[in-house]
């Protein structure tokens, strides 16, 4: 055989290996893609199209001082209760302190009136080469699903941490859509006149953090204390975010732009960078 006859074959053989490859990672990323929608069609069934509950300003009286502050500046008193949420972001992500920024975009659908949520991520690791993120909270349960190309399984955990862990990032993330912390299943107590804490409690499973709020109203921190694996098991560490930045979305202002931290014995480690970019409520429908 010669050079050119044996060139042509080398380059045929890896244009197939190519194209099947790039078939198994689109087909990867479809299944994927579908069961994410699956979760959120189900999570979004029962959640009615239009809340008929108002919110006026004696429904804040009971709660402590700066948590009426943050909901009047939310702006939320006339306003309907949120009963359903969809938004996207975008940001960047990192596995480690120092690690390289990876750019980030996510999908996200919450029910307020019986609290869960399912968060779809895709995140770019290099030219070709993706993670696809999974994160669902349900009737007390989460779970969490990481794969590589969509089909290499990276994380899959479940289990009692992980229904406190996800149920702690819906009470983080219950900003986004301020009228939920009228909820029942939420109850606060005063710390000072600039925090309180929240504790939520869902099919028997509650755990509680510490919301900040700034002197104009804004809600500038979150902090708990969640579990993070390391080494294979699962260890309370100090976690929370720090929100940057405040914008008006649909005549509510909310935090728009985040910092999801974690806080390490050298210092915190800024994780998860991500910015609101659409938001709307009581539309439980699909983006």
Same mark, same amino acid.
């Given at each position: ?85 969809? %938004?996207?972001?975008? $940001?960047?992500?990192?596995?480690? @302190? &120092?690690?390289?920024? =990876?750019?980030? +975009?996510?999908?996200?659908? #919450? ?17 070709? %080469?993706?993670?696809? $993120?999974?994160?669902?909270?349900? @009737? &007390?349960?989460?779970? =969490?699903?990481? +794969?590589?190309?969509?089909? #290499? ?17 819906? %009470? ?116």
């Amino acid at each position: 055989m010669n050079m050119p006859l044996q060139l042509l074959t080398t380059f045929a053989i890896l244009t197939v290996f190519v194209i099947a490859l790039v078939t198994v990672i689109k087909a990867g990323r479809l299944r994927f893609n579908q069961n994410a929608k699956k979760q959120a069609r189900q999570l979004l069934g029962a959640s009615p199209n239009k809340s008929t509950e108002i919110i006026r300003q004696g429904d804040l009286a009971v709660l402590p001082l700066p948590v009426q502050r943050w909901l009047e500046n939310s702006q939320i008193v006339g306003k309907e209760k949120i009963t359903s949420v969809r %938004l996207k972001q975008t $940001g960047r992500m990192r596995t480690k @302190e &120092g690690g390289r920024w =990876m750019p980030a +975009k996510a999908v996200q659908y #919450f029910r307020a009136d019986e609290p869960g949520f399912v968060w779809q991520a895709d995140v770019q690791m290099a030219l070709l %080469l993706h993670l696809s $993120g999974l994160d669902h909270y349900r @009737e &007390g349960k989460g779970k =969490m699903s990481i +794969k590589l190309l969509s089909l #290499f399984p990276v994380v899959d955990a479940q289990g009692p941490e992980m229904d406190i862990s996800t149920l702690l990032r819906y %009470l983080a993330e219950m900003p986004w859509f301020p009228t939920a912390a009228l909820n029942s299943y939420i109850t606060w107590e005063p710390i000072d006149e600039n925090s309180a804490r929240a504790t939520m409690t869902c099919q028997g499973v509650g755990a509680s953090g510490v919301f900040t709020v700034n002197e104009k109203g804004d809600l500038t921190s979150f902090t708990a204390k969640r579990y993070k694996e390391v080494d294979g098991q699962y260890i309370l560490s100090d976690w929370g975010g720090v929100n940057r930045e405040f914008k008006e979305f649909n005549g509510i202002r909310i935090p728009s732009r985040s910092d999801i931290i974690w806080k390490e014995k050298t210092g915190d480690f800024t994780w998860f960078q991500c910015e609101i970019t659409e938001i709307e409520y009581n539309k439980p429908e699909l983006f």
